[in-house]
């Protein structure tokens, strides 16, 4: 997904809506971190991954900046 689609996807939205995650197992976090993060792309391929890892990763530097939109233990917004 790209910054575009997801805007397009939240313009028609009441500003006070609750964001909410998958959580592991089942249910639903509240989303409460976002901002950017530097990314390499394609270094997993098993499914508990995700396709993607934070940069730097080993000796690769970022490919692209990403926008993270998650779960961070211990923040309450």
């Known amino acids: 997904m790209k910054v575009k689609e997801l ?3 939240l313009a028609g939205q009441p ?3 609750r964001v909410v995650l998958d959580g592991f197992e ?3 976090h509240d989303a409460n ?3 950017e993060i ?3 792309l394609n270094v997993h ?3 508990y991954y995700g396709a993607h890892e934070h940069a730097p990763y080993g000796d690769q530097e970022a490919d692209e900046t990403a ?3 998650g779960v961070k233990p211990g923040i309450n917004r």
């Open 7 to 9: 805007m397009e996807l």
């Open 38 to 40: 530097p990314l390499v």
């Open 26 to 28: 089942g249910g639903y």
């Open 15 to 17: 500003p006070e809506r």
């Open 67 to 69: 926008f993270f939109i």
């Open 45 to 47: 391929d098993v499914w």
């Open 33 to 35: 971190a976002a901002g």
